[in-house]
């Protein structure tokens, strides 16, 4: 009698509220180094997505771009990070006019730091990858809200209520 092999359960330590936000070190689309702690003294709203040029991603990333002049005005700075190359990033930004900081993350350190490389189902199916998540980081680095499956219609929109009474 065949045994099934049993799946692994991917297990993730996702943050709350409170929490100190990790640091990161990542290449935004211009092939430059930034690091969170580049920001410290004003908040920052930290976006995870799946996937440049994807619907719900450019979605998202385009509800960024219209209330980025109110986060500016608020003080605080947006940041968008995936897997996708710096090249891809760069691509997606001049595409959709974005002008925030997009991160390249393909070795999956601040991915997997922050929590956002889950287990995902899909028609079904079964696989691994990032999901949409959106931190928003006090001036001190304290995590002000923690959102994981944000949607990408109203996740900017929210982000930007909690930077406003921050």
Same mark, same amino acid.
């Not at 994807?54 to 940041?79: D, P």
């Not at 925030?100 to 889950?118: R, T």
């Not at 995902?120 to 696989?127: A, E, H, Q």
């Given at each position: ?6 799946? +692994?359960? $991917?297990? &993730?330590?996702?943050?709350?509220? #409170? ?11 211009? #092939? ?6 580049? =920001? ?7 976006? =995870? ?12 990333? $385009? ?5 980025? !002049?109110?986060? @500016? ?6 940041? !968008? ?10 691509? =997606? ?7 925030? &900081? $997009?991160?390249?993350?393909? +070795? ?10 889950? +287990? ?8 691994? #990858? ?5 931190? @928003?980081? #006090? ?7 923690? @959102? ?19």
């Amino acid at each position: 009698m065949r045994q099934k092999k049993q799946r +692994e359960v $991917l297990t &993730v330590a996702e943050l709350k509220k #409170g929490m100190q936000a990790p640091g990161f070190r990542l290449e935004d689309k211009d #092939g430059n180094i930034r690091e969170l702690e580049e =920001f410290k003294g004003r908040p920052v709203v930290l976006y =995870f997505y799946p996937r440049d040029n994807t619907s719900g991603c450019t979605k998202q990333a $385009l509800a960024f771009a219209a209330l980025y !002049g109110e986060f @500016v005005n608020a003080g605080a700075e947006v940041i !968008g990070i995936s897997k996708d190359s710096v090249s891809s990033h760069q691509k =997606f930004a001049e595409k959709n006019g974005l002008p925030f &900081v $997009l991160l390249s993350d393909p +070795e999956l350190k601040a991915i997997k730091d922050y929590g956002v490389w889950q +287990e995902k189902k899909l028609y079904g199916k079964v696989s691994e #990858g990032v999901v949409r998540s959106v931190f @928003v980081i #006090g001036p001190d680095g304290t995590l002000r809200d923690v @959102v994981y499956k944000a949607k990408p219609d109203t996740s900017a929109e929210d982000a930007l209520k909690l930077i406003k009474s921050l």
